[in-house]
């Protein structure tokens, strides 16, 4: 009998990462679910059939412990992140730039580097980094999380290189406007009515579901496909400043 396949996804307590834990159970997958809210990814591991760890991307100690105790582990779905705030470069608060960065930037990095050898060792490995179609154009009021989306997409540009003639894949999933659970209410500091605004008039934006279904499509290609960058916008969204709205 084949041995269940392991996915590992990050941020998992909501939105695309909650979304992407229950697609891939669905796929037959044993899904590892890891976020900051344990009572959020308990649950849902409940429901899945999946397990549950309570972690901090951007803590490195937690994750090397998590890493250690991990075993078996096939892909990898680099999912937390987010945004803070929506000001102009001249005006950001560089605390939200940095605690931008230390998620969306350092969590990646701390979270496949602590798993890459068991990736390796599964001999069919895929690290999946959820990037942003913020890492391949600017907008205004957008400098802090434009710039973490950048180098998000650096980091999976550069590792696909690296990792060239090993038997790992490096996937990246660049999503548009997606009205997912607390996303934009974050951006804007719990306020409801700003976060609203960004999807008003919008027939259907994506959903966490959308998102889902695309990153379990791509980790379900054959071994020797690989999907390097797919981006992935609503109908009514041509550019990330070009939206149709009614």
């Given at each position: 009998?084949t ?14 990462g ?10 037959g ?6 976020a900051?809210?344990?009572d959020?990814?308990?649950?849902l ?15 490195r100690?937690a ?5 250690a ?15 803070i705030?929506?000001e102009?470069?001249?005006s ?10 230390q ?7 701390h ?5 890459l ?6 001999g ?8 942003s179609t ?6 205004e009021?957008?400098g ?12 999976a540009?550069t590792?696909?290189?690296e990792?060239c ?13 997606v ?9 804007f500091?719990?306020?409801e ?6 999807y ?24 020797h ?14 550019a990330?400043?070009k939206?149709h709205?009614?």
């Amino acid at each position: 009998m084949t041995e269940q396949k392991v996915a590992v996804v990050t941020g998992a307590s909501s939105g695309i990462g909650a979304a992407t834990a229950r697609r891939l159970a669905e796929e037959g997958f044993e899904v590892v679910l890891t976020a900051r809210r344990t009572d959020r990814i308990e649950a849902l591991a409940k429901e899945i059939g999946g397990r549950a760890h309570t972690l901090d991307v951007t803590d490195r100690a937690a994750v090397d412990a998590f890493a250690a105790g991990i075993g078996r582990v096939d892909v990898l779905v680099n999912n937390a992140g987010g945004a803070i705030g929506a000001e102009t470069v001249e005006s950001g608060d560089p605390a939200d730039w940095l605690a931008m960065y230390q998620v969306n930037v350092l969590g990646v990095l701390h979270v496949t580097q602590a798993l890459l050898p068991a990736l390796r060792a599964s001999g069919d490995g895929t690290v999946l980094l959820m990037s942003s179609t913020a890492a391949l154009a600017a907008y205004e009021g957008g400098g802090g999380y434009v710039a973490a989306k950048h180098a998000a997409h650096t980091i999976a540009a550069t590792l696909r290189l690296e990792l060239c003639g090993e038997p790992i894949r490096v996937i990246e999933i660049a999503p548009g406007m997606v009205k997912s659970e607390g996303f934009a209410v974050t951006r804007f500091r719990g306020d409801e009515e700003k976060a609203a605004a960004v999807y008003a008039g919008v027939a259907e934006p994506l959903t966490s579901e959308d998102i889902a279904d695309t990153v379990a499509w791509a980790v379900t290609r054959p071994p020797h496909v690989n999907i390097d960058l797919l981006v992935v916008r609503p109908r009514a969204q041509a550019a990330n400043h070009k939206v149709h709205r009614a």
